[in-house]
């Protein structure tokens, strides 16, 4: 046994060492040298901005580190776990010693290469998590989240974050920004604004109960097309006036049906009656209103986000049980090029067009959006419309190389504005370590093979404009206030 337990540790000093990822030496200076100290711009996370502003402390890895996390619970029921330490009422202890059983048959799952490097960053853990470490990654991960070091804004200050946007509903009062826009802290946090509930026309319930929340946030009755758009209009210039400059969509696919105001006004008014609407009668409705969004993006100047292709809660015992977005989501096959290419011809016809970063689920649609992209650049504004970064089950090795090969063959990888976690954990900025170094190492493979020329000057300056300038420059966020 302990002969055993001795080759189990030598193994893992081959695994995760500070040139993970990265296959030969000038990957290795790329990465060390240039990317690997760039602060961090995430542009797209679910982080809680109460946290933030309250400087949130956990008790203890399950409360920062499993709770909320999708991809780790979807691992642990794969394993057969049983739901009671996945979402349910076992303790914060019971849940870990489950997961770091799992966690040795995650191997070649992406979750396996994030497991550890979140322990090692930034708990300085190196040892492989499984059942027998379980309880001394437990002891020294809890005793870290105990010190000052490691609070919300201390996880976010250790790893060198520069801007964070939160994603918001339109009727949130922002309490939370702009409490922290009062604090002295070496990064900012913005709201992005996410109106996506205004879309769901088709559940009359709960989208009738959202409106009246908007109308009593906005100030404005909402009874007919004009004011629902005046409501949203007034919440865009709240969010403008505290730091937003990014707006979001999750959809299954872009809407870009025909619907004249004078139709839009009818469908709002059935649904504010309650009535519910057919399938094409509710695609008419979120085109007209997601062109009318869009308008508004661009003349506030923010950046537009749409991340495509999700068939969500697919389980419906699961959904009954746990409720929505429990980890029941899946890949969809939607039709997006078609619809994509209408919606941003209209834009662009009115010269409405902001600037936009297209997400695909599906990588069958990699070529598709980075096709698409160039077929609606500007000339004026570089990498205008972006194909945006691995996203979800695509934000892992295969996924985020394949999104970045596809880009360079069919669009530009130079502009390209990099990663984002789209998560709602402190401990997940490694996702950003773990791009750097899949760029660096595709860089230097490409210098190796005699694709690239070993010129120090334009590599260095593609991993920085990729890992940071970029981005900085594009979404234009407000300056730092002194």
């Excluded at 966690?103 to 490097?117: D, F, G, S």
């Amino acid at each position: 046994m302990k002969k055993k337990t001795a080759t189990r540790r030598r193994s893992s000093r081959t695994f995760l060492t500070p040139d993970f990822l990265l296959e030969s030496p000038l990957a290795r200076t790329l990465y060390h040298e240039v990317a690997a100290e760039l602060p961090i711009i995430d542009y797209h996370n679910h982080l809680p901005p109460q946290d933030i502003a309250g400087d949130r402390r956990f008790e203890n890895l399950t409360q920062i580190w499993l709770a909320g996390d999708h991809y780790k619970w979807r691992a642990m029921r794969t394993l057969g776990v049983p739901e009671r330490y996945i979402t349910g009422d076992a303790s914060d202890w019971e849940k870990f010693e489950r997961w770091a059983a799992c966690v040795p048959h995650t191997a070649r799952n992406p979750l396996y290469h994030w497991t550890h490097m979140e322990l090692l960053e930034p708990f300085g853990i190196r040892e492989m998590l499984n059942a027998e470490t379980a309880a001394r990654v437990w002891k020294t991960a809890n005793a870290k989240l105990a010190t000052p070091g490691f609070s919300a804004r201390g996880l976010l200050i250790r790893a060198r974050v520069d801007v964070i946007c939160t994603t918001d509903d339109p009727t949130d009062d922002l309490r939370h920004h702009r409490a922290f826009a009062k604090v002295k802290a070496p990064f900012r946090m913005f709201p992005a604004f996410r109106p996506d509930a205004a879309l769901w026309i088709d559940q009359p319930e709960s989208w009738n109960a959202w409106i009246d929340k908007l109308a009593a946030a906005a100030g404005i009755p909402i009874d007919d097309w004009s004011s629902l758009l005046d409501a949203l209009r007034a919440r865009c210039d709240f969010f403008h006036a505290n730091g937003c400059r990014l707006a979001d969509h999750g959809l299954e696919q872009m809407y870009a049906d025909d619907c004249p105001p004078d139709r839009a006004d009818a469908l709002f008014r059935l649904a504010r009656n309650g009535e519910p609407l057919n399938m094409n009668d509710t695609r008419a409705f979120r085109s007209a209103l997601l062109f009318e969004m869009g308008m508004m993006y661009a003349e506030r100047d923010w950046t537009q986000q749409f991340h495509l292709g999700a068939l969500r809660n697919v389980n419906t015992r699961m959904q009954r049980a746990l409720g929505r977005d429990a980890g029941y989501d899946v890949i969809g096959d939607f039709d997006q090029a078609a619809p994509l290419a209408r919606a941003l011809d209209r834009w662009d016809r009115e010269n409405k067009l902001a600037r936009t970063v297209l997400y695909n689920l599906n990588p069958r649609d990699n070529e598709v959006l980075a096709a698409m992209c160039g077929a609606f650049q500007d000339g004026v504004t570089p990498g205008k419309i972006q194909f945006g970064s691995g996203w979800w089950f695509l934000d892992q090795l295969d996924g985020m190389t394949k999104q970045m090969e596809a880009l360079s063959n069919l669009g530009l990888l130079s502009p390209f504005v990099g990663m984002l976690t789209d998560s709602r954990s402190f401990l997940s900025f490694c996702r950003h370590a773990y791009f750097r170094r899949l760029l660096c190492n595709i860089l230097a493979t490409d210098v190796a093979r005699g694709r690239l020329p070993r010129d120090l000057d334009l590599l260095c300056g593609l991993v920085r404009g990729i890992c940071h300038d970029n981005a900085a420059r594009y979404f234009r966020f407000p300056p730092q206030q002194e």
